[in-house]
């Protein structure tokens, strides 16, 4: 669920971002969507690390989860609204720790990718 909502929060970036070429002046209206829809997403971190918790889903996935909304929430609003106000090159991390969201509620929501221990080759348990 989450991983579908960073999608939409990336279109909406772009239909911002494509308002304003278009427009030819910089508006905060443009981004309106991408604003409110990111309280979305951090709404559905905090509840991933909350069942992750509950869940005792093990220090991997509770690192992973806190992670996560950690950089969905303060991070992101820091670097968002420092590259608005004052540096635009601040702003241009926003967009790769947007990447970085992604990637990383891809690692979480698909466990089944990460590498197991092996077995011994004994044989013995």
Do not use: C, Y
Not at 15 to 35: E, P, R, V, Y
């Amino acid at each position: 669920m989450t991983l579908l909502a960073i999608f939409v929060q990336f279109i909406l970036a772009g239909l911002g971002t494509f308002d304003t070429a278009h427009g030819g002046t910089f508006k905060d209206s443009n981004f309106t969507l991408h604003d409110r829809f990111a309280l979305v997403i951090v709404a559905l971190t905090v509840l991933m690390l909350i069942v992750a918790l509950v869940t005792r889903s093990g220090r991997m996935v509770v690192g992973e989860s806190l992670l996560l909304a950690l950089l969905v929430g303060p991070v992101q609003h820091a670097l968002a609204t420092t590259g608005t106000d004052h540096a635009p090159w601040v702003g241009s991390l926003h967009v790769l720790t947007g990447v970085l969201i992604l990637i990383l509620d891809a690692h979480v929501a698909f466990p089944g990718r990460r590498r197991r221990p092996q077995a011994s080759k004994s044989g013995a348990i």
